[in-house]
């Protein structure tokens, strides 16, 4: 099992509110860099986009715990089984937001995709504090 867990950003905001924005998956777009993403569709509950260079990506919602969980897992449309999960820890109308993922790759696909998933999932983390500072 793969894990990459990105850096954890601080947002003077409710859990409550940063789980909402989370939980419409059109707001998704918001959070990617749109230099480097193209194709991107969305039905509220599930989204998927082509990473420059990559494939395309597919993500759905998948449960969670409001406020302090997102989970999210890959669709049909990912190149590979995966899991996203965002954590969201509120003290006192702060939160700290980070996202953990894991995915079942071969040692080849590990290398390749590794450091490029990385850097995308701390991209959304600042995305969001820019997003809702």
């Known amino acids: 099992m793969t894990t990459i867990e990105s850096k954890k950003v601080t947002i003077a ?10 939980q ?18 969305s039905d509220g509950k599930s989204c998927s986009f082509k990473v420059q260079g990559a494939a395309t990506i597919g993500i759905a919602l998948d449960g969670g715990d409001a ?33 953990i993922f894991n995915a079942d790759l071969n040692p080849f696909i590990k290398m390749m995709v590794e ?7 701390d991209h959304i983390a600042d995305k969001m504090k820019e997003v809702h500072g």
């Not at 905001?13 to 989370?22: G, T, V």
């Not at 450091?115 to 999932?121: I, R």
């Open 115 to 121: 450091k490029p998933l990385g850097n995308l999932f």
């Open 24 to 41: 419409d998956m059109n707001n998704f777009e918001q959070l990617l860099p749109s230099s480097r993403i193209s194709e991107w569709q």
């Open 13 to 22: 905001k409710p859990a409550a509110e940063l789980y909402a924005f989370l």
């Open 67 to 99: 406020p302090s969980l997102v989970k999210m897992k890959a669709t049909e449309r990912s190149p590979f089984p995966f899991t996203l999960d965002v954590h969201l820890n509120e003290n006192e109308g702060v939160t700290t937001l980070h996202q």
